[in-house]
């Protein structure tokens, strides 16, 4: 028995009549005839009785093979899509624009398990700061991008979906031998006296610490602004200058020369996923699986 005598018996179950069930599929109603016959003598049963020359009755083995027919055939055509999917799967470039954090969020291991998985499709990652990001991200210029949520909240919400993949928390970083190095949590007007080195405005960190200073109302000396997470470090290293940084994202730079410390009143940001709507191949909503899952 094939799929073609499944979808031939759901036909001639809701035509009722082998002329339209016939007409329905595209054969002859002689070929319909010998299949329906074939199929009977192969379950050593009767589907349909023939005494109505009008209209077919459908007996009651073949009410219940057309229980299991609409089965077999939903679940054959889920399968083709899976197979198409995987051959499209099998070829392509995912282009994602992204801040430069991959590697402290786990994500570029993901990209790598996935390359081993998939070793036909290919990757293509621009690492940008916030402000270009977006911009490339509104020309649709990547697939997928990866950013933070005060930064995703610029997006249009009615073109493009996002994904929270991670949190982390923003710390104040300091020299080990700060004044504020013994406290264990600080508050802004703490922070007064202190010259401000920062990341570079599209950051995410710098919207996030201006906001926070507006709050406490006053405004923050920035002496100094760049978009690499080592250079802030070396910048504050034996002074009295503080930075901000998202503390997974530092994790991996720090050393005995400086320590991290929350504010009283905790910022949390969220690091997202987004993508345009409708626009997504198959290999890149594979990928969105391995992000998230």
Known sequence: ?????????????????????????NITQSALSKRLRNMQQELDTALISTRNKRQLTITESGEVFFRYAQTLTAQYQLLQQELLDYRELRRGTIQIGSVPVMAQYGLASKMSQFMQDYPQINFSLAELEGADLLTQLQHQSFD???????????????????????????????????????????????????????????????????????????????????????????MIAHT??????????????????????????????????????????????????????
């Open 1 to 25: 028995m094939t799929i073609d005598d499944f979808y031939s018996f759901i036909t001639l179950y809701k035509t009722r009549n082998i002329s339209d069930a016939a007409i329905a599929l």
């Open 144 to 234: 997928l991008g990866i950013l933070r949520d005060v930064q995703s909240q610029q997006l249009n919400h009615s073109q493009f979906d996002a994904v929270t993949l991670t949190d982390d928390e923003l710390k104040v970083v300091l020299p080990s031998d700060h004044p504020l190095a013994h406290q264990t949590s600080i508050q802004l007007p703490d922070l007064r006296p202190f010259d401000v080195v920062t990341l570079s405005p599209g950051s995410g960190v710098y919207e996030r610490i201006s906001e926070r200073y507006q709050q406490a109302g006053f405004t923050p000396n920035i002496r100094f602004s760049t978009p690499h997470i080592e250079t802030l470090l070396a």
């Open 240 to 293: 009295d200058r503080v930075t901000f940084l998202f503390a997974k994202s530092v994790a991996p730079f720090m050393t005995a020369d400086f320590v991290m410390r929350p504010f009283t009143d905790p910022i949390i940001s969220h690091l997202q996923l987004v993508y345009p709507h409708g626009t997504l191949s198959p290999a890149a909503q594979r990928f969105i699986h391995y992000l998230t899952d």
